[in-house]
């Protein structure tokens, strides 16, 4: 077997009770050298067999390399396993295995005092591989076990009595690009990484939103504004109903007592404080596919969220938040910027996607589908879409509402748009490896594409002032219900083709 250097996962002793068994599934073949009978106890079977000849094998940590040179019995029963007690191994039998001791040689050697001893002996060979296949190296390190401590020596072997050794195995492969190669779990945790990072940021921001207009308007414009963020934040299912309704009824002196409690509700499964744990947990998951300074970022992130207990009042929680935001975009540029454009980065960006788009509908929904709308709420709006200077440096006017929806929904320009994410989307798709092998549209490209044009074709005034009896925006509402029921298929599309482990859609 061989691993990776620096890994040390196959040198785990309790792969050697798997062996003989994975040589024949794999490779439909004996092993060529007959490997040390061992037994893990994680197995039933096993464990039964080292109960009944306990006294006759070696037990040690699964987790500890061992050492071939201690051929004693009582060394192994004795040294270093005094955690290896019945308790412990009822409790935690994955921890132990057991092998049989190795009777090895003997080879002489002098002594300190100048006398020749024996001491057991064990030879470690190197196999190299070249481009005419692998070879066996001509000597290797010899391992004494004496009674002043190990000797390591070099083993050389004359050039004259060293026989031709022939192996047949192929040559060495040649280098290639491996960008393309994906494992499906790798795919899944960086989509859902993608989609935690930018569900995340959501979050931050609404929060961010609602203690700025709480801090700075008066009583009336607090309640109407709290009101829409606490709406938003129960429908992104980020804060209970009920939590929601304390903070609404309870006075500003009394709120700023249960920031914390506010802020990072232990009680609603994609709260703020779950999404941070899913994105710590994710981004662990494929740490191997993160540089050194994008892991740094993600530890830096952690960092600053584990200050959120100190939150007191309304100053601490804007710092807070504002701290958030700037990890999470440091996060989000050192992607863009230093990540190649392979699978693995087109599926961390496909969920980021996914997630923008939907949160740019969520917020529009709340905000401009009914008739009832207030200025205050239309630059809440800007501030959670971050599009405040862009809309100020475009228009140079108040908040309209057809200027609002070119912007937020239908300006391809503009990186915040839903139009925006789903030319995105487009783009990835087509790189992807097809969900359907014929020659037709695939169902991914066939219905980005009609919520493409559908956006396209949209004229902003009319979506404006189509206005129902009941002082609803109907056709703004049903161009909302399609576009996310379009994004929910897209996202199951997804996991069905590209996420082959998994049994459903988190």
Not at 453 to 475: C, D, F, I, M, Y
Request: charged content about 20%; hydrophobic content about 40%.
């Amino acid at each position: 077997m061989a691993n990776a250097l620096g890994t040390g996962v196959v040198e785990n002793d309790a792969f050697m009770s798997f062996l003989p068994g994975m040589s024949t599934l794999l490779l439909d073949q004996e092993l060529e050298l007959p490997s040390l009978a061992s037994w893990w106890y994680g197995q039933d079977e096993a464990l039964a067999y080292v109960e009944r000849h306990q006294s006759e094998l070696l037990i040690q940590s699964a987790f500890s390399r061992s050492d071939s040179l201690h051929a004693s019995l009582s060394h192994f029963q004795t040294a270093g396993l005094d955690a290896t007690s019945p308790d412990a191994m009822v409790s935690e039998p994955h921890a132990y295995v057991a092998r049989e001791p190795i009777a090895l040689s003997h080879s002489p050697y002098l002594s300190t005092s100048g006398n020749l001893q024996a001491a057991p002996t064990t030879l470690r060979l190197f196999v190299a591989a070249t481009e005419s296949g692998y070879r066996l190296l001509p000597g290797g390190i010899a391992r004494l076990a004496t009674d002043e401590g190990e000797i390591s020596k070099d083993v050389w072997v004359a050039q004259d009595v060293l026989p031709e050794i022939a192996a047949d195995t192929p040559g060495w492969a040649t280098a290639r690009r491996s960008d393309r190669d994906l494992p499906s779990r790798t795919a899944d945790d960086l989509f859902w990484l993608g989609r935690y990072l930018e569900r995340c940021e959501s979050g931050v921001r609404s929060y961010r939103s609602l203690f700025t207009h709480v801090g700075n308007s008066d009583l009336e414009g607090q309640r109407q504004t709290a009101a829409t963020v606490m709406d938003l934040l129960v429908s992104l299912r980020m804060l209970t109903q009920a939590g929601a309704n304390q903070f609404l009824t309870q006075t500003l002196g009394v709120r700023e007592r249960d920031w914390w409690s506010i802020l990072f509700d232990e009680h609603s499964k994609g709260g703020l404080l779950k999404t941070l744990e899913n994105v710590q947990r994710v981004a662990l998951h494929v740490r191997e596919r993160l540089s050194g300074d994008a892991w740094q970022m993600f530890v830096a992130l952690a960092e600053t969220a584990r200050t959120s207990r100190r939150v007191r009042s309304v100053p601490d929680a804007i710092e807070l938040m504002d701290a958030l935001i700037v990890n999470i975009s440091a996060l989000t540029g050192q992607t863009q910027e230093n990540m190649t454009r392979g699978y693995g980065w087109r599926m961390l960006d496909l969920g980021r996607r996914i997630e923008r788009a939907q949160y740019g509908i969520q917020i529009l929904r709340e905000v401009v589908t009914s008739e009832s709308y207030s200025p205050p709420q239309m630059y809440l709006l800007l501030d959670l879409s971050d599009s405040m200077i862009t809309y100020r440096s475009r228009y140079k006017n108040l908040p309209v509402l057809e200027n609002l929806l070119h912007l937020l929904l239908l300006d391809e320009s503009n990186p915040r748009s839903v139009v925006y994410q789903i030319v995105r989307l487009r783009e990835h798709m087509s790189f992807m490896p097809l969900e359907q092998t014929t020659d037709e549209m695939s169902n991914s490209q066939r219905i980005l594409l009609s919520a493409y044009h559908e956006l396209t074709l949209a004229v902003p005034e009319k979506l404006a002032s189509v206005v129902s009896q009941a002082g609803n925006r109907t056709q703004l509402r049903r161009v909302f219900f399609r576009l996310d029921a379009t994004l929910t298929e897209l996202s199951e599309i997804i996991t069905v083709t590209y996420f082959a482990h998994t049994e459903r859609s988190r």
